[in-house]
């Protein structure tokens, strides 16, 4: 296939780096688990720690369809729109979660990398799809552009989770992370 030929090194780079950085996120989740659990603790893992499983997923499942000896552009751009379309309701679910959580009050950055970024990355890829066959040089290079924001978006929000757990659980402060009261 021609328009997905010249990205196999791109997606094989891209898909790996997910894989292991999901590998990674569930070392890092177990070796927090033995912290105190408090209430309501898992409605804010829902609204902050499942999404980056999920886009280092997402970026993953991208990288197979990409790589997968496809005999068309049709087969790709289903999947890739079905995941942009499932990805913008889910990101709904997440910012819902964000709001209904109240173990943590979410700051901008926060409400940037896990509702807004997300949302753009999943509606790029529902577009892409939509415009495979008019602008499919176009159209690649935009389901590239998720990837990698997807990839940026789950390494930024778990390094974030993780220095939170760090500096501000275990020092019991608030670094700059308010609490909701």
């Known amino acids: 296939m021609p328009a997905l ?3 196999e ?12 950085l999901i590998g990674l996120q569930f070392v890092v989740i177990t070796l927090i688990a033995n912290r105190p659990v408090v209430k ?3 409605q804010a893992g829902d609204a902050f720690a499942t999404p980056t499983v999920v886009h280092f ?17 049709t087969g790709p751009a289903i999947l890739w729109g079905v995941l ?27 409400w940037l990398f896990h509702g ?30 998720a990837a990698l924001l997807l990839l940026f978006i789950g390494i930024h929000n778990a390094w974030d989770a993780v220095t939170y757990h760090i500096f501000v659980k275990s020092a019991g402060g608030d670094s700059g992370k308010q609490r909701k009261e």
């Not at 090194?9 to 292991?20: L, M």
């Not at 942009?84 to 926060?110: F, N």
């Not at 790029?124 to 159209?139: D, G, Q, V, W, Y």
């Open 5 to 7: 030929a010249g990205w």
């Open 9 to 20: 090194n791109f997606y094989v780079i891209v898909g790996s780096s997910a894989g292991a």
């Open 40 to 42: 309501d603790q898992s």
């Open 57 to 73: 997923g997402a970026v993953l499942l991208l990288s197979a369809t990409a790589a997968a000896p496809w005999h068309g552009l």
């Open 84 to 110: 942009g379309l499932i990805g913008v309701v889910y990101e709904v679910v997440v910012v819902r979660r964000m709001q209904a959580q109240d173990i943590y009050k979410p700051e901008l950055e926060d």
């Open 116 to 145: 807004l970024l997300p949302l753009a990355a999943y509606a790029t890829l529902a577009a892409s799809a939509c415009a495979i066959r008019p602008a499919t040089s176009i159209a690649m290079f935009s389901v590239g552009a």
